[in-house]
């Protein structure tokens, strides 16, 4: 498998994840058919289209509306198979792995619009976890973006800083993507085996 179609694969997989977790959101609240589909494009495509907003870009799935597409599938899988999904464990490290691959494209796009680190950090850091807070805020729950006690969007910080550097040092696109998304995957995934968290305010 050719790196373009490995990267395709696992955003794919990283859209289909992400929008099951806005459908099973907006089931657990009683929504319609119509406000899970919507509840479902929050998280898949949020970060993506605010980062592009604000950078100036195309919104990407106008150009990519296969995006569209398996949003709208998560949703639907939400909508028909949330009891079942809400048990399923391994969608927890799905759902790592499209935050990784997520922090280090939104990374890659504002690095190739020659914006410096602290925009770098920013882009790639909303592109993963932008999405999820919307979700959150729509649906009137408390942001799990903030209240979240594993660590996440730090996860993606990571990879984005991990990325820039790689690509700013040897200038090997490829080899900053890899090691970007397996750092962010990798702090995702000591979070969620050790219950790991950033110290709180004692006060």
Known sequence: MS????????????????????????????????????????????GGTLRDLILSQPVFWLEDTQTLGFAIA????????????????PLRWADAIGMALFAVTGAAKAAALGYGWPVVLIMGTMTASAGGLLRDVVANEKPL???????????????????????LWTGDEFLAFVLGLGSAFVLRALGIIFKLSLPRSPF
């Open 3 to 46: 790196p373009d179609l490995l990267f395709l694969f696992t955003d794919r997989i990283g859209v289909f994840v992400f929008a099951i977790s806005g459908g099973i959101v907006a089931v657990r609240k009683e929504m319609d058919l119509f406000g899970v589909i919507v509840m479902a494009f929050l998280p898949a495509i949020g």
């Open 74 to 89: 998560g949703g639907l899988a939400a909508f028909f198979f949330h009891r079942w999904l809400e048990n399923f464990r």
């Open 145 to 167: 973006l903030l209240l979240k006690s594993e660590i996440y969007a730090t996860a993606a910080l990571l990879g984005s800083l991990v990325y820039f550097l790689t690509s």
